[in-house]
């Protein structure tokens, strides 16, 4: 819905006051009938209010009223014509309006002129004009120090025209200083909700999908209490939430509210109008996301339709440029798609000049028709023009005016050469195709770096996935060709780059704020402020599943979520100004090398990265002297067999056959049978299964050959073995175990937890003490931490996950924030690896929540695993780490003496004893008893000693008793 021209400021001029002045009676009521009409205006009644003001002028003519009420009037009347689309006699009436302010010394009514007259030059595309005349009207007002009500209305509509114009940094300033202003009015009925809707859209386009729609939720609640559901206002504000809705693919819920918003703008502006035309096309383009594409078609028909009977050259070229990429994406009519992008590129280009981004799109998409008609004079020249219009250049990213559409026209350019080998097989194609490679990646970062939240990050990861997956294909093709190891490098950093970056950049932000060393006192006030937003987020998720959401509340919830981030950003920005170590440890993006990985592994060591994209499987093998890249063309299959594994194990049916199957397609040939260690890097739905159950032709586990770990990726195994995440701490070991009393699914885990203190000197918060406050007070004390809990997933909020523990939950929310500083976490929980699945960023799980929060080592469940068994692997895993084995080999031999003093069939399932796996450091970790528990300990035995030969001679004495005798 690029298109949005946006609701604009048509919605300022209901609300400028009336500043006539006069001593006669009649004053008074012009005065009232103007402020009558406006309120109609407002309401999308525009006959009852023009019949209105249409009368008041016949009758102030009869009576050869004073100019001055007529001056008033038609000022009035020309704001109620322009919203019926009738622009001409609009700007006539405000010409006559001010010609009489300028004849007069109020400046104020010069300046509302001044205004309207711009909104007349904006309607009409002509933003020189329309810059010149706000402008103008917003330097009277601030001379004449006039209301912030007023001020607003000027910097409001200059926001619109620079967002127009492709300056949202500059149009952000006015937007948040006509919020400022609004927020001191006295005013009664403000138009807030617009500001936030020009907010939303400005973090919208530039891909800060999260804050976009803190706006538009805020948007949304106030436009609802200011016009009310029915009005044609709300309308702007309904177009600019579907934007949100749309990209999360909420189709039905964009179609619906679009839909409502089309029969209000029916109804108050007609058929013929131009918001009615807009509200078509952007309805088309939800039909054509959907795949309804004859409706789609038909719509956008409708719209170019509407757009040459109002004569309207902006929303016409909007609805042209739609419809021809339409044609495009089906490959048909390719010869109407080039003549409606023309017709569209002169009008844009003569409204917007050649530096836009509604130009550079056109160009693009010109570009894209010459790829698929393979006429490369033609692609070359829109490439270049496209590039230009974007004042795209490699080496000045800062300058970029239309980053998205200069990433996406560069890789249309790598696509045109993967095209010509495809025919040629001439590899100095592919050679083109890869010089490109780091210019995309350079745009995806130039543009991760403009967000503030780690949500838009992620979605940006997901939506330009198939940069890397392309890449990945290129590097393949090069170097099974050449053997060259620049491509073999290149592939695993593109394999890399979009793994669980926010997740890196988290960790390396916990080491980068101790070295910079960041002032405590700042840190604290910071942790608070994400805490506070954090708590706001959590009460707005719940108020708005609440069956009768309390209004009042929500709003509040709203603001504060807002000022809160705006707090956020400052202090941000402050931190980032006083310590410009850390800014810039914070910006570097440093580029793992295959060595430095390679010698950090073990001589019994394999690591095993996957990439499962949309069509081929990649596979890096890495060891001390070998690194290996395998490709496989059975993506689909792997991903079909994936879940068919996965769900098997949940319902404890027959799971031999399909996991001989994976072990083919994922293992067979990378394997190295001589080493004993396996370290893997799934992804996407591989992050749902346990390795250790894929099985030979023979029927052997991989668990019975090798101790098998995971890792979110590469960069972070090394991440996590940096001594920095090497806690020295005091405490041993803490368990928790609540109490739940009426769930018998887990009634082992305070003996669990009990047992597991008792076998390594521990410390047990049990029923009661076993509390979310406990847990926070000593979750940095410890070096183990066991979680004997339940947990409940939220796969549409993944911050919402949580540990239920005696006195509440602990949120992944609040993990993340919570510091954690022990070496190790065990999850000893339902589906705590289990999570939404973001297929950049990983498996959205408890586990990585402690990752986040600082833990190197994980051990997480992929089920629901029984209570029962899970007792007795933790036992022995303990047992297995206390003798001083690594991680994984202690989990290996636990899970290996499950299995082998277990007769019982059913329950040598893998469903009962392969749910548990580490993911992170694997290290040995030292969990002996300390010299103080060994001393407490021989005390205790000593006093049972002594207590054991008090009672025994006692005993003796009595039966030798005279008394006894007798």
Known sequence: MRSLIRYLLHICLFFVPLLVVAQELDAEKVKAINRQALELNREGKFDEAENLLEDLLGTLERQDSELAYKAVT??????????????????????????????????????????????????????????????????????????????????????????DLGMPEKALQYYHAAEENLLKSEADNTFLSDVYVGIAHIHFYSGDTERAEFYADKSLQEGLESYGPDNPNITFIYTSYANILEYQERYQETIELLERSLDIRRQSYGENHRWTCETYYDLANIYRLNGQLEKAEKLYKKAIEIGKQIGNRQYLAYAKTYLAGLYIEENKNLEQAEKLLLSSLEEQHTIFGDKNEVVAEIYSRLANLSRIRKEEKPF??????????????????????????????????????????????????????????????????????????????????????????????????????????EYLEKAFDLSEINRNST????????????????????????????????????????????????????????????????????LDAIIESKYPRYKDLRSRITDIDLMDVQEKLGGNSQLLEFFLGQKNLYAFSITQDTVE??????????????????????????????????????????????????????????????????????????IE??????????????????????????????????????????????????????????????????????????????????????????????????????DGDLTASDIYLSDTRAKMAVLSACNTGFGKLEKGEGVMSMARAFHFSGVPSVVMSLWKVPDGSTKQIMLHFYEYLEEGNSKSVALQKAKLDYLSRTDDPALRHPYYWAGFVINGNTEAMDLKRSNLSLLLGMSGLLVMLMIVWFLSSNTRKRRNSPEKMG
Request: glycine residues 4%; contains cysteine; proline residues 2%.
């Open 74 to 163: 038609w000022q009035t009347l020309s704001k109620v014509v322009m919203n019926q689309g009738d622009y001409d006699r609009s700007f006539d009436l405000a010409r006559r309006s001010l010609s009489f302010g300028l004849s007069k010394p109020d400046s104020a009514n010069i300046a509302d002129n001044l205004n309207t007259i711009g909104i007349n030059h904006y309607f009409r595309s002509d933003y020189d004009s329309t810059t010149f005349y706000y402008e103008k009207s917003l330097e009277i007002k601030r001379k004449i120090s006039r209301n912030p009500y007023s001020l607003a209305v000027s910097e409001y509509n200059l926001g619109i025209v620079y967002e």
């Open 503 to 570: 997740l890196l950049s988290g960790l390396r932000d916990i080491k980068n704020r101790m070295i910079s060393e960041l002032d405590e006192a700042e840190l604290q006030i910071e942790k608070e402020f994400r805490s506070a937003l954090e708590k706001v987020k959590m009460d707005l998720y719940y108020e708005q599943s609440a069956e009768n959401p309390d209004k009042e509340f929500l709003n509040e919830l709203l603001e504060r979520r807002i000022q809160i981030t705006v707090s956020l950003d400052s």
């Open 705 to 806: 050959d090798y101790a098998i770990s995971y890792s979110a990726g590469v960069s972070i195994y090394l991440e996590l073995s940096n001594d920095f995440f090497q806690y020295d701490k005091g405490g041993n070991w803490a368990g928790f175990a609540p109490s739940y009393e009426d769930d018998l699914r887990l009634f082992s885990n305070q003996q669990e937890v009990q047992s597991i203190a008792d076998q390594i000197g521990g410390d047990s918060f049990l029923g009661e003490f076993a509390t979310r406050d406990n847990y926070l007070k000593y979750n940095r004390s410890y070096k183990v931490l066991h979680l004997a809990t339940h947990a409940e997933i939220d796969n549409n909020n993944p911050l919402y996950n949580k540990l239920i523990f005696a």
């Open 629 to 702: 890249l395998f490709r496989s063309e059975k993506a689909q299959e792997v991903l079909s067999k994936t879940q068919q594994f996965k769900e098997s194990i949940i319902q404890r049916s027959e799971v031999v056959e399909v996991s001989k199957e994976l072990y083919r397609l994922l293992v067979e040939d990378q394997i190295h049978p001589d080493k004993e260690e396996l370290i893997l890097v799934p992804d996407n739905v591989l992050n749902y299964i346990p390795f250790e159950i894929l099985t030979d032709s023979e029927e052997n586990h991989l």
């Open 380 to 485: 070359f020249e829109y490439m270049e023009k496209s590039l230009s219009s974007s004042n795209y250049d490699k080496d000045s990213l800062q300058q970029v005016i239309a980053p998205y559409h200069a990433l996406e026209t560069i890789m249309l350019q790598s696509s045109w050469y993967e095209d010509r080998f495809e025919e040629n097989k001439q590899y100095s194609s592919l050679e083109k195709a890869y010089e490109l490679l780091d210019e995309q990646v350079q745009l995806i970062y130039h543009i991760q770096r403009n967000f503030s939240t780690d949500r838009s990050k992620i979605n940006l990861a997901n939506e330009y996935r198939k940069v890397f997956e392309s890449g990945l294909d290129l590097c393949w093709k090069l170097y099974e060709n050449s053997g060259k190891p």
